[in-house]
């Protein structure tokens, strides 16, 4: 399979402090709490969390979400995928949640996200910050803030690579799928 | 990890130890939506659960039911006692026309050894066995295995006495079987009468004495005893049961202070423990009643994901 490297840890570095300093300007720390969507979402809003810290020297809550169990295609997929669990701390009523992906597609997980996030409270605003937009959604949802824009084919894969998830140095690949 | 392939769950005897540890890893994550405020996840939205139970339960059938709504599945009871088969009707032939009505899963406790069997090959849905006769009751099991990985971070190497009447018991042959296979040195203890002959073949050692026992073990798990099996004289009297294999506060102490103290439920009280153990510090009985809804949502949300052709 071909594949081409269309972000590298430079980039990504700099993606994740653009969306650190966006969100601050979008209303600044106050209520303000980040929730990575697993796996690479997770690393991504520990990054995002680090960043707003050395900006703002003020640290903000952060939490884990699985959403394996609200998937809309959990009864026709064959064996269950793992459930791994659910991490939010803090109460998330009237706070502004950002919620954290790597790669923007469908939309379908962002559902399922937001169906997780109404059962653990009513938070006042939900924004959606990914690292990269692909583009092709199915459903009417829209993100707040993008580390970068990738048109793509509907057959192609957009691998993220990020050090804390997969071991070896970051950067954001396209292959040919089938 | 290995996905998992079993449409029904009939005993730890028929499961690998990565398949056990997947059930563990699974119902580890479960255990935080019992925690929520709202506790329900729509996983299992549309999918209908049956318990048929044809033994008294309240605990295991209560564990179950709760299980499954907090997976957004509809349940339905069935207790043998009002149920046609006190008309005559047999165990499959009940269990078809329930089926009928397009149930997915069917819980099962029956006081015949086998008898989820008979189900799993006669019937299309899922079979769950919540207890059969003296042969398997693998989600006792499971959550007690829940239990003492969770107090002690791993199963492999732990020493685990089992306590009671283990002539009578699934619970004990479950957890021989989830034990032994993660890697956990187990030794069963109790009266010579109640001991089945042979039993080292399944992988434990047998000690008749209580208190060597509770200085060699990290965890004891104390079986009910089953007074309706009691008929044949298995036993001089409870008292006499309770003076040699009750676990209290004296001969606890004899032990290292982290031992903790398990039990299926429901408990005898001054017959397997005394209260002051039951209800100590060093007693988990209410931690593993906790874990059962999480190991069986986690059984549940994995037998109900396998499809019809992935038989096993």
Request: proline fraction near 3%; include cysteine; charge should be positive.
């Amino acid at each position: 399979m071909s594949s081409a490297q269309i972000m590298d840890q430079d980039a990504i570095r700099r993606a994740v402090l653009r969306l650190a300093h966006e969100i601050l300007e979008k209303g600044g720390v106050k209520g303000l709490a980040l929730i990575g969507i697993r796996t690479r979402g997770v690393v991504l809003a520990e990054r995002l969390r680090k960043a707003i810290k050395d900006i703002e020297g003020k640290d903000v809550p952060s939490g884990i979400l699985d959403i394996t169990l609200y998937r809309d295609d959990l009864t026709l997929v064959g064996a269950k995928p793992v459930v791994r669990e659910t991490l939010i701390d803090f109460d998330i009523t009237d706070k502004r949640i950002v919620l954290v992906d790597d790669v923007f597609f469908t939309g379908r997980t962002i559902r399922a996200a937001l169906d997780a996030l109404v059962d653990f409270g009513r938070p006042a605003l939900i924004q959606l910050a990914v690292l990269v937009d692909r583009g092709h959604r199915e459903l009417p949802i829209r993100v707040d803030f993008v580390g970068k824009n990738i048109p793509t084919a509907k057959f192609q894969n957009v691998r993220v690579f990020l050090a804390e998830s997969d071991g070896n140095s970051d950067h954001v690949d396209v292959e040919e799928g089938t | 990890m290995t996905p998992w392939k079993h449409k029904h769950l009939l005993g730890l005897q028929d499961l690998s130890a990565q398949d056990i540890e997947l059930v563990l890893d699974t119902a580890r994550s479960f255990k935080e939506v019992s925690s929520r405020d709202i506790k329900k996840v729509p996983a299992l939205r549309g999918k209908t659960v049956v318990m048929l139970f044809f033994e008294p339960s309240t605990r295991t059938r209560i564990s179950f039911e709760l299980a499954a709504k907090r997976l957004s599945a509809d349940t339905l009871n069935i207790a043998a006692s009002v149920s046609s088969t006190t008309k005559g009707e047999t165990l499959l032939d009940t269990a078809r026309n329930i089926e009928a009505m397009n149930v997915d899963l069917m819980v099962v406790r029956h006081g015949t050894s086998g008898a989820p069997f008979i189900l799993a090959e006669g019937l299309k849905c899922s079979v769950v066995n919540a207890g059969d006769g003296c042969r398997e009751h693998p989600t006792q099991a499971l959550l007690d295995l829940f239990t003492l990985k969770e107090k002690f971070g791993r199963i492999k190497g732990l020493r685990v006495g089992i306590v009671g009447d283990i002539l009578h018991s699934r619970v004990a042959r479950s957890n021989i079987w989830g034990l032994t296979k993660l890697g956990a040195k187990v030794t069963v203890c109790g009266p010579a009468t109640l001991m089945p002959r042979g039993i080292e073949a399944m992988g434990v050692e047998v000690c008749y004495d209580i208190r060597k026992l509770i200085k060699n073990s990290d965890a004891l798990i104390t079986l009910r005893l089953q007074k309706e099996r009691q008929q044949d004289k298995f036993l001089p009297s409870l008292r006499e049961y309770g003076r040699l294999f009750g676990i209290n506060r004296e001969k606890l102490a004899e032990g290292s202070g982290e031992l903790i103290v398990m039990h299926p439920g429901p408990t005898n009280r001054g017959v397997e423990l005394s209260a002051e153990v039951a209800d100590g510090k060093q007693s988990v009985i209410l931690d593993q009643v906790t874990n059962g809804v999480a190991v069986r949502m986690a059984v549940l949300y994995l037998v109900l994901g396998t499809k019809p052709e992935t038989e096993g």
